[in-house]
């Protein structure tokens, strides 16, 4: 009787759905003080287990991933795991003051959560203040085991992580920007895996070296770790195929260009020539410059190299192999935003029958955000004058004129604990306050107003966002990240959106599904998303001299009414402000 009991459970057992569970992985990630020596400079700066960049973490879509973190510098610590969704799990997110408070010098937290639905190219990056200058690394998710990608295997992956040198502590830039209300000192180089290349003094020896075969492709998973600044990259002689954008599969596009801004990740078929081709190949990459303030107008270089077959090797002396000639890909102008629009417009979701896009059709509320930057009055106390737009303002960042003062509470665990009072505010304006013409002659007040503003959304709340830039200050592109969320793109235009007209162009079939995006110079960019996630969620500007300047909102999203939409409870170690 006992065995026939047994067999029936086991039958029943057989019968039910069996979920592709993943292992549970544990990383340890030691942030601590290294001497680094970049451009004939050494300076001490936080890194990650003593490398810059940090580790590349690797996991597959399905595990759990258990990562504690250690703090052994003098800065308070958070990290971001960004693009990970995070269902049920904001406690793990990562940005400091939002969902969880930093971890003070000597202490440690773990980071847990489960990758669900998701695989592809994200990173990790510190999350408070100017930290993730240096502290940043890949994050590789694969595929479950057995599934494949939508593409032909490729030889090799090469994770190619964009970042920006400073021989200055970025701390102190941002604080001494911060006192003088002026823009901040901007970097002395952009790096490839935390090299600047030949192109810079003293920077030879700190070159990214791409070492191929002929006739395979190579997987080129392309990471903007910058803290500032959009970048072009192209290879000299080669074209690539697009395949994914932000751990999303997209319809493959060749190009010789691509556009990736900050919080950006692209994934490219990189095929190589058919035969040894006698010559080596710089990779460029160098900004899109939109805005009117002062940028580092350089030029970061790496090498795509050709190994030499033994034939070749035995028929060539060492010499004539080592000064093959070197040729330059040519990059689009500094400010060509026709190349960057054209760039986007190429971007579009797989939307196969494994990898659909499930675009939210009807939507229950509608949002209309401006960004842009405006102004602070000068702070009088110290009688000081500042170096902001005038010498009576400071520069500041704002999302429907409300720059984002950040808590000294943490958002997440104020709502969790209901002790919110006093700490933020629940009532974020749907549209803006004071209308105007966004894109035209601006206001003559460009202060903005500032508070600790969240828009609350009922669980399961189908969303469409128009965010539009503004000319305050000159018009500007702006990579908006959302944090908890993937979204889908469904429009961009430039000038003033218009609700009546552009609506009827909006791409509800297989718009381009992402987690930041590039609202356009003196334009708008129109998202949809499902706020299936309960949690407080950050939003913000992911040039950090904007979200510095305030640039930055967050979302609450209530629980559901079932258990599996109910935020889980706060980890044990969760650290206290």
């Known amino acids: 009787m006992a065995f026939q009991l047994l067999l029936a459970i086991f039958s029943c057992v057989l019968l039910l759905p069996l979920p592709a569970f993943g292992i549970t992985r544990h990383y340890t990630l030691e942030i601590k003080m290294q001497n680094v020596t970049r451009l004939c400079h050494t300076k001490s700066l936080v890194s990650v287990n003593g490398q810059f960049p940090g580790p590349k973490l690797i996991a597959r879509e399905g595990d759990q991933l258990l990562i504690k973190v250690i703090n052994q510098v003098p800065n308070n610590i958070s990290i971001h795991w960004h693009g990970i969704r995070q269902l049920r799990s904001g406690w793990a997110d990562g940005p400091a003051y939002i969902t969880q408070c930093p971890i003070q010098t000597g202490q440690s937290y773990v980071y847990n959560y489960t990758i669900v639905g998701q695989r592809g190219t994200l990173f990790y990056h510190a999350h408070i203040s100017w930290l993730r200058a240096t502290v940043y690394g890949p994050l590789i998710i694969l595929p479950k085991r057995g599934v494949p990608y939508p593409f032909a295997k490729p030889h090799k992956e090469v994770p190619m992580i964009f970042g920006e040198w400073f021989n200055a502590d970025p701390e102190a830039i941002i604080r001494q920007a911060t006192q003088t209300g002026g823009g901040p000192n901007v970097s002395d180089a952009y790096t490839i895996n935390g090299l600047p290349g030949p192109l810079y003094n003293c920077s030879a020896k700190d070159t990214f070296r791409l070492r191929v075969k002929p006739g395979k492709t190579y997987l080129l998973r392309l990471i903007n770790a ?76 790496g090498i795509l190299e050709y190994e030499p077959s033994k034939h070749i090797k035995d028929a060539h002396s060492r010499a004539s192999i080592k000064n093959l000639q070197l040729f330059r890909p040519t990059l689009p102008a500094l400010n060509d935003t026709n190349f960057a629009t054209k760039f986007s417009n190429k971007l579009r979701s797989l939307n196969s029958k494994n990898f659909p896009a499930n675009v939210p059709l009807n939507v229950d509320r509608k949002f209309f955000f401006t960004v842009g930057l405006g102004t602070n009055p000068c702070n009088h106390k110290n009688n000081q004058t500042c170096q902001g737009p005038t010498n009576t303002t400071m520069f500041a960042a704002s999302i429907s004129n409300i720059s984002f003062t950040m808590p000294t509470k943490a958002l ?21 306050i004071v209308p105007f013409n966004y894109t035209g002659t601006p206001p003559n007040n460009t202060n903005v ?84 996630n309960p949690g407080v969620w950050f939003m913000h500007c992911h040039l950090e001299v904007h979200t510095s300047w305030g640039l930055r909102m967050a979302w609450l999203v209530l629980d559901g009414d079932k258990p599996d939409q109910k935020l889980l409870p706060p980890p044990a170690d969760l650290p206290k402000c």
Not at 256 to 277: C, E, F, H, M, R
Not at 418 to 425: E, I, T
Not at 427 to 432: A, D, G, T, V
């Open 226 to 301: 910058a803290l500032n600044d959009e970048l072009f990259f192209s290879i000299a002689n080669h074209t690539v195929t697009v395949v994914e954008a932000d751990a999303i599969y997209v319809k493959p596009f060749e190009t010789d260009t691509i556009l990736i801004a900050p919080g950006q990740t692209t994934n490219v078929l990189l095929k190589t020539k058919p035969s040894y081709p006698s010559a080596s190949f710089f990779m460029f990459a160098r900004p899109y410059v939109t805005g009117q303030g002062t940028f580092d107008n350089s030029t970061v270089a």
């Open 449 to 532: 107003s500032n508070g600790t503003n969240l828009m609350v959304l009922p669980y399961n709340t189908s969303v469409e966002l128009v965010m539009q830039d503004t000319s305050i200050l000159g018009a500007e592109s702006h990579p908006l990240h959302l944090h908890g969320f993937n979204f889908f793109v469904v429009g961009q235009g430039f000038g003033n959106f218009d609700p009546n007209k552009d609506p009827k162009n909006f791409n509800l079939v297989d718009p381009i599904e992402r987690n930041t995006i590039g609202v356009p110079s003196g334009g708008w960019a129109a998202i949809r998303f499902l706020a299936d």
């Open 412 to 432: 997440l665990q104020s709502h969790y604990s209901g002790q919110s009072h006093g700490v933020y505010s629940p009532k974020f304006p749907w549209s803006p």
